[in-house]
């Protein structure tokens, strides 16, 4: 009963991380169209190229990590794919950056945990430091919001924090969770916990401040932190899908992601999920990864002075 259940739970992992790794295809389309990335940013896609890859080279060293392996290996042939349509169309600047870190993070590291496990490792702790490094990883991707959470307590508005994606970051990491449990699988089991106990800490701080998010905007207007509120309403509208969004005749310069799910536009609940859920995906919701550091840095200073 316990590996049917698991298997059921598994499978409803994979449909939600599949529906994260093809949410960027209609964006990607547009690239390929107009056969420019404009201001967008490779990064994210270098990065969830190496984290799939790695949880694949998991899978596989894991006589129980079938599910894994699947939706992961999935996930990093569309990850290669994007990074390959964004080296075709980036300006040349990016291409050679962008090249230069999928060299050395997905070929160069990658290939070196490979070479590794395969012929430097004992084969009893193989499958530990593959788990060890996969962990890791998700770890840092589930901590991203945490400076988005401080804003939100700093400032007592959840404008920067949309509900959608923490209750994404909330649902995935709590599946995964108890798929871990099920299976008694570790290194899938803490990234994923602490994942859960996060979003349930966003869900905690979207319930206090949801009716307190206009007073602090208002003071961040004044102040002059205008593009901190046009990134959160990017984010909303668009859930963090990296276009350039003319709000008020105003040109967002900054790089941002490319995945493009657009929350305003949904008008049902499975493509409701299929389009919020990108952000949990890609840095699975970096503020970062989003642009919004340099703005998020500025609040900051700006609100010890409120």
Not at 177 to 191: A, E, R, W
Request: glycine share 8%; aromatic share 12%; charged share 15%.
């Amino acid at each position: 009963m316990a590996v049917s259940l698991s298997f059921i739970i598994g499978i409803i992992g994979n449909v939600i991380s599949f529906l994260v790794f093809t949410s960027p295809i209609k964006t990607f389309w547009g690239v390929l169209k107009k056969k420019s990335t404009e201001n967008y940013q490779g990064l994210p896609y270098i990065t969830t190229l190496l984290s799939t890859s790695l949880w694949t080279f998991y899978g596989i060293l894991n006589p129980n990590g079938l599910l894994i392996m699947t939706v992961n290996g999935a996930g990093a042939i569309l990850q290669l794919i994007y990074v390959i349509i964004f080296l075709i169309y980036a300006p040349m600047d990016k291409k050679v950056k962008t090249g230069k870190l999928f060299a050395i993070l997905d070929v160069g590291f990658f290939g070196s945990v490979i070479v590794l496990t395969l012929f430097a490792i004992r084969e009893e702790i193989k499958l530990t430091f593959v788990g060890l490094l996969c962990a890791a990883l998700t770890i840092g991707m589930y901590a991203s919001p945490l400076t988005v959470m401080g804003l939100v307590i700093r400032m007592k508005s959840v404008e920067y924090m949309p509900f959608f994606l923490s209750f994404f970051l909330f649902l995935n990491a709590g599946i995964w969770s108890i798929y871990s449990m099920l299976v008694k699988d570790f290194f899938i089991g803490v990234p994923n916990a602490i994942g859960f106990i996060l979003g349930c800490a966003q869900l905690i701080l979207y319930s206090v401040y949801r009716n307190k998010s206009k007073k602090p905007l208002e003071v961040l207007e004044e102040e002059g932190s205008v593009t901190l509120k046009e990134r959160a309403v990017e984010m909303q509208e668009h859930g963090g899908d990296g276009e350039e969004v003319d709000l008020k005749n105003k040109s967002l310069n900054k790089g941002l992601s490319l995945p493009k799910p657009l929350i305003k536009r949904l008008y049902s609940m499975p493509t409701k999920i299929m389009k919020t859920i990108s952000l949990n995906s890609y840095e699975l919701d970096s503020a970062w990864a989003l642009g919004l550091g340099e703005d998020i840095e500025a609040a900051e200073k700006k609100s010890s002075l409120v």
